[in-house]
Every structure is written in structure tokens, then in C-alpha cells.
């Protein structure tokens, strides 16, 4: 479990239904940064323990990533679009059209490394 010193600057400024760029290390050696971009379709507020699932589809692949809040790997959550949705889980996505959970996004590749 993680210390409350290593408690990161406070990225909890989104509610499900935002649009968020997530930047994270592939493995410890911290070599190779990966960011996606998703709708946040869950959020759990438990102190340290707070965590929070994406979804996108890609290539008609849809797929769900569960982030940690403060996992030592986590390097930047990035808000791009603010929504506040009536639910608190948007679970409801799932079964829905692929065009309803897609995200396009086209940033610069300088952005990404």
C-alpha cells in the first residue's frame, strides 16, 4: 500500500463521462511512456486506494483500463474534456453502439513522448 507522502498532486478533478489522456510506464524501469485517451466510465474514491476505468474503441475493438489514482507507474492524468454525467458508473456503455464510446482524438506525437 502506498504512504500518504506519496500521495501525487491531485488529479481527482474529473467525474465519470470526462474525456481523459493517461500517461503511464509500461514496466519498473520506467523506459517507455504509453498514453491513452478514453471516457471515464468509473471512479472509486478510496483514499490511496482511488481508481478509476476507462473505455475506448479502436479499430472497432473496444477495450477497459483500470487505473490506479496513485500507482508509483502513473505519470499524468490529463483532463481534455469536462462531463458530468447523472450516473456514477457509466457501465451502460458497454452494451451501446461502438460510435457511442469512441474517441478521436489527433494530437502531435511531440505531445505524447
Known sequence: MYHRRQQKENWSNFAPGSLVRVFYYENR???YKRGITGIVISKVNRGLG???????VIEEVAFEMTFQLYHPLLVNVEVVEHNRRRRAKLYYLRHKNDNVSTVVLYWRICDVI
Not at 482511488?50 to 475506448?56: D, G, H, L, M
Request: aromatic share 10%; proline share 0%.
Open 29 to 31: 524501469e520506467k523506459k
Open 50 to 56: 482511488s481508481s478509476f476505468t476507462i473505455r475506448n
